[in-house]
């Protein structure tokens, strides 16, 4: 069983930045992709980026260049620093982490960007 619980959300000035924690407790986490979504208020949930269990990373084309993921196999997190943040970037981030047989969901962190 993995828990995830994400932190590091907050209120941010456009082209800010913020950087997303998840923290995963439980066996094997290392063996999990893990990904971040959002949902903005009135919209469906969105995918926002995936880190393989090798390393390999994927974006939603709205963030390529601006946000990166990572992950620290050996602390159990996962990362999601976001740079230049935008006013449409605001939302709740969820992260997600599944392999065969198993998936697991955080209970989010609010991101708010305003001036």
């Known amino acids: 069983q993995v828990q995830l619980v994400e932190s590091g959300g907050g209120l941010v000035q456009p082209g800010g930045s913020l950087r997303l924690s998840c923290a995963a407790s439980g066996r094997l986490f290392s063996t999990y992709a893990v990904d971040w979504y959002r949902q903005a208020p009135g919209k469906q949930r969105e995918f926002v980026a995936r880190?393989?269990?090798?390393?390999?990373?994927n974006y939603i084309e709205s963030v390529k260049g601006r946000f990166t993921i990572s992950r620290d196999n050996v602390k159990n997190t996962v990362y999601l620093q976001m740079n230049s943040l935008e006013p449409e970037d605001t939302a709740v981030y969820y992260c997600h982490a599944s392999k065969i047989l198993f998936d697991h969901w955080g209970q989010g962190t609010q991101v708010t960007v305003s001036s």
């Open positions: 880190i393989t269990s090798g390393g390999n990373t």
